[in-house]
């Protein structure tokens, strides 16, 4: 069993509407998650840094963290063409040097 | 701020002619520092990882090798390429080993091996 599971997609949807994201994990011991976007033929960029469970906003986008079902979510409200990307998660335990990422879903936003 | 920086951003090299790879960061001291290779369609698989100058962690078994000549200097390497090398080539920096931190990663390099 993998570490960090991550549906790879791919994921269309149109214009507009609600996009949401996930990821499970299997180590208690992460407690800092973040997801990046990686668009095509280019390095991924940090979207979103989260520490321990909760919700964090961030324009269009939130991050939700549950620590006790071991799920991290990502929501793209109004979502646009330009989020047509691959998402990946990623996430660390105190200390740790090495992050564990998900192997990313490919979303697309269909105009 | 801190910028990350790779090249070449695009490699074309034959199977059995040797590689090297560069990766800068400014704007920051001690990093620590990652390579880490996407194959087509498929996740990030970390090959490297240096906390310190000369001190390279290698994570998978293979024909790369990865040096740190310099605080923020990695170079991946390898002294013949095989058809499997082929992907895209991404570096990272994190903060050091004093935090428990997130990655930044660079424009990337993409191998074809022929």
């Known amino acids: 069993q993998k570490e960090v599971e991550q549906d790879p997609g791919p994921l269309s949807v149109p214009e507009g509407a609600i996009v949401s994201l996930n990821c499970t994990y299997s180590?208690?011991?992460?407690?800092?998650f973040m997801w990046y976007r990686q668009y095509s033929r280019k390095g991924p960029e940090l979207l979103m840094y989260?520490?321990?469970?909760g919700n964090k906003e961030d324009g269009r986008f939130t991050a939700q963290v549950d620590k006790s079902s071991k799920y991290i979510s990502l929501f793209i409200r109004d979502s646009q063409p330009s989020d047509s990307a691959t998402y990946l998660c990623?996430?660390?335990?105190?200390?740790?040097?090495?992050?564990?990422f998900g192997q990313g879903t490919r979303l697309t936003i269909n105009p | 701020s801190q910028t990350i920086h790779q090249w070449p951003a695009t490699l074309v090299q034959p199977v059995g002619s040797p590689l090297s790879l560069e990766c800068t960061v400014e704007?920051?001291?001690?990093?620590?520092l990652y390579w880490y290779r996407q194959a087509a369609g498929r996740g990030l698989q970390l090959l490297f990882y240096?906390?310190?100058?000369?001190?390279i962690s290698s994570e998978v078994p293979q024909n790369l090798s990865a040096s740190r000549p310099q605080d923020r200097q990695f170079i991946l390497s390898s002294k013949k390429l095989l058809l499997s090398d082929s992907g895209f080539y991404l570096c990272?920096?994190?903060?050091?080993?004093?935090?428990?931190?997130?990655?930044?990663f660079g424009p990337g390099t993409r191998l074809t091996v022929l």
């Open positions: 990272a920096w994190g903060r050091g080993s004093r935090y428990t931190d997130t990655q930044y």
């Open positions: 180590n208690s011991a992460f407690q800092y």
């Open positions: 989260t520490y321990s469970s």
């Open positions: 990623a996430m660390i335990g105190q200390g740790a040097q090495k992050l564990v």
């Open positions: 704007g920051t001291s001690n990093p620590n």
């Open positions: 240096s906390v310190g100058i000369g001190q």
